[in-house]
């Protein structure tokens, strides 16, 4: 039979505990975090992502694109060609019958240009970020010697580095900090196949004139509108970006 006196009794008990623990201090959980310490900014989800498309389509928006085809090949080849101790005579050597040729180009200029995907590497302390832009340029050449175009392959890296800075009020702001091409990463190649001689000492000399003058000549375009890109960048994005560099927290880089 159901002892209504016992449960009065606990009850009793369990209420005499449960008062007594009120007055005591709660223990705190060890997993908890302390109110001493402040807490850490929360990471958005694929900010990598979310900078390098932003980067990219900004990139394309300024006219990357038709800026790189409007590069002043012709005239810049023309240039070193009219100096005989300079650039190009170091590069020709005892080949100066192709100085009057170079003069005498038809055509040299990029008739199409893509943006490949960029890359990203924070820096070793963290508080920078190195974003890689390849370029993939097809370059049109039109020589009086053959009457007909050759097409070269031309693909290049330029590096920009992006950093935080603080104005004169310490407000942070994501600034480009050094731009220039990637050392090495400039490749030239033929793609209309095999060439008599004649032809293959002039388009080995204009590559080797492009491997001098063409890394600055793309540098000089692109850093300009990299620079213009972080000035249009959405400002949520920024001031994750910036956080995360502050502290030198760790992006997450997918490779």
Excluded: W
């Excluded at 498309?53 to 080849?77: E, H, I, Q």
């Excluded at 290049?156 to 407000?171: P, S």
């Excluded at 000492?201 to 375009?221: C, H, K, S």
């Amino acid at each position: 039979m159901f002892q209504v006196g016992g449960l009065l009794v606990f009850c009793g008990l369990l209420a005499r505990t449960t008062a007594l623990l009120d007055g005591l201090p709660l223990r705190l959980d060890p997993a908890l975090p302390l109110a001493a310490i402040p807490a850490l900014p929360s990471v958005p989800s694929d900010l990598v992502g979310s900078l390098t498309s932003a980067l990219s389509n900004g990139l394309l928006s300024g006219d990357l694109l038709g800026t790189l085809k409007g590069l002043p090949l012709l005239d810049t080849l023309k240039a070193a060609g009219g100096s005989s101790s300079g650039l190009l005579g170091g590069l020709l050597g005892t080949v100066t019958s192709v100085i009057p040729v170079l003069n005498s180009l038809a055509e040299v200029k990029v008739t199409d240009a893509q943006l490949l995907e960029l890359g990203l590497e924070q820096s070793p302390d963290g508080h920078g970020l190195y974003v890689t832009i390849p370029l993939d340029l097809i370059v049109d050449v039109k020589t009086p010697l053959v009457g007909s175009v050759l097409k070269l392959d031309v693909k290049l890296n330029i590096t920009a580095e992006l950093l935080v800075v603080k104005d004169e009020q310490g407000r942070s702001h994501l600034v480009l900090g050094d731009c220039t091409h990637s050392p090495g990463s400039l490749k030239i190649s033929l793609l209309d196949g095999l060439l008599p001689l004649p032809m293959k000492t002039l388009i080995d000399n204009l590559t080797g004139i492009l491997n001098q003058v063409l890394p600055e000549l793309v540098q000089g375009r692109v850093c300009p509108l990299v620079n213009e890109t972080l000035s249009h960048l959405d400002v949520t994005l920024v001031h994750d970006v910036i956080n995360m560099l502050t502290l030198g927290l760790q992006f997450v880089i997918k490779v």
